[in-house]
């Protein structure tokens, strides 16, 4: 069996090693991904953000366990920008993986801050396309949600949850910032922790603020994940969502910003990967650097002339 | 007087609209970048950074106001990524301008997370390379140290410090995950804390550890930068350091480095816009993220086939 269709019968092994080329950049990640393309669309993707400490991964294990519970096959890309390491991630896997043990249905993985360039929502948005392939039904995408890296990843969702807590004092402030237009549902969690009352009042109150988003307003759901309490309500507020049509037409809209995004993303790459070779290859580019940086060059003028040469 | 005479002359005005062109990525920005390049070169860049609360803003002010009684001109570009926004920042330099207040010698500006590429690391070093054109003879970079946008950032660097303050717990762990092998300098700042000697001792615990860097030993100095205590040691270690041949080793292999970087960075996106524009423009691009985004075409595919339409 080739290593498309390993990854497409949902072999751990053949996947880690095709998350392994995502994050390396390896060009073997990108003739799988064109090969698995087609298989893709399926998979519902749920994002889940908050800031630390809100209790995002207990949440994400008990809706995985909900949704495997009536037969859905679950993929869970946890993302943390802020680690500079995967290896403590991924130690944080195989301890979140005993809570599924033996349980073929579920995939976690971690992801952490790698590369430039955006690497981060890129590689998170491949690593979907290829959990999607592999036939989980929900992919989860856990992160904390700071910084653009974050909101981009989130923006990836057909399906985005906000996590609050009481007590954590510039939390309604932070989500002011940016969390407000991605969050589909609000979950306070903790809730049984004193001052849940008044942070759903404060949060009601900026959603009474929000710009109208259609016919969907975003409702405020309790939890306390350690329990498992609510979480019930909270799968069923997202089956909603899902179901709604401000869901469909985000969808659509959503996928087609990301994809004119990917796509001008490959075809720079490409491009600048051609024509790279054409005009000497890394060696002449590591040259021209070294005259740039020396000011022999003019960086903008090198550009156009090595553009023009290669015929654009 | 033209826009790039005007920021040569290092007039605010035309600075503070060349950094929001930068920022929005406007064409302009780029041609000005070019007509500014070979006057730049001259700025020794510092990069300051660390965890938030170990006291960078304040440090950097003395820092400042040290090199302006000498008679160097200062710019500082505080980058607070995990801020998404910039009217707070803008207040912010407001405040901080008052303590430089009536000198044309010292530039403040700072910037926060925007759109996505990598673009904050890139939009610093535009701006970097603005205020060098500008004659700042002094850049500072002041960041905080996590993920890796801020990482890049302080690479770009002539002299990096890496501040830590005592009882901030997970400190020195966190230096241990990436900001130990960018710094040329570390402050212990807010030295006369309890738990001073035991932090200095774990720094340089670590120092021994670290692989040997030609031969330059990261120093460890005490600071109070509140009470301004230990600057003028700080001012000459950063002197010391740049007298030093490995900071002209360092300097020069890492300019090459970024400018390889940035090379491929232009290159890509000159292809892009003129592929795209000959291939029906963004409209037809529109188009196609549809036709991907409903599954009737294959990125992967499409994109190799408009290069070669494009003749690369």
């Known amino acids: 069996m080739d290593w498309a269709a390993q990854v497409r019968s949902g072999d751990v092994r053949a996947l880690a090693r095709a998350i392994s080329a995502i994050e390396d950049h390896d060009p073997q990640a990108e003739e799988l991904l064109e090969q698995l393309f087609p298989f893709t669309g399926g998979a519902f993707l749920l994002g889940v953000t908050g800031a630390p400490g809100t209790g995002k991964s207990t949440l994400v294990d008990r809706l995985a366990a909900a949704y495997r519970a009536v037969g859905r096959s679950v993929g869970i ?11 403590g991630a991924l130690l944080g896997d195989r301890i979140r993986m005993q809570g599924h043990a033996g349980d073929a249905g579920v995939f976690i993985r ?5 590369g430039f360039l ?13 959990l999607d392939a592999a036939g989980k039904q929900m992919v989860i995408l856990e992160t904390v949600g700071v910084g653009q890296d974050e909101v981009d990843i989130v923006r990836l969702a057909d399906c985005t949850l906000v996590l609050v807590v009481p007590g954590l004092g510039d939390e309604v402030q932070s989500m002011k910032a940016g969390l407000m237009e991605v969050a589909d549902i609000f979950v306070l969690n903790k809730a049984e922790r004193e001052g849940a ?8 109150a900026m959603l009474e603020l929000a710009p109208a988003r259609g016919g969907w307003k975003p409702p405020v759901l309790r939890t306390t994940a350690t329990e498992g309490t609510g979480v019930p309500q909270l799968v069923e507020a997202i089956e909603k969502f899902r179901a709604h049509g401000d869901c469909t037409a985000d969808r659509q809209g959503r996928a087609v910003a990301h994809w004119k995004e990917r796509l001008q993303m490959l075809l720079g790459e490409h491009l600048l990967e051609r024509v790279v070779q054409r005009s000497g290859g890394a060696g002449a580019l590591e040259s021209l650097a070294r005259d ?18 290669a015929g654009i």
């Open 292 to 309: 740039v940086a020396e000011r022999r060059v003019n960086p903008y003028t090198a550009v156009r002339e090595m553009a023009t040469r």
């Open 77 to 87: 890309i946890a993302v943390d920008p802020t680690s500079p390491y995967t290896g």
């Open 197 to 204: 009352d008044q942070l759903q009042q404060q949060v009601e």
């Open 118 to 130: 955006g690497g981060l929502a890129r590689a998170t948005a491949d690593v979907a396309l290829l």
């Open 110 to 114: 971690s992801m952490a801050t790698r």
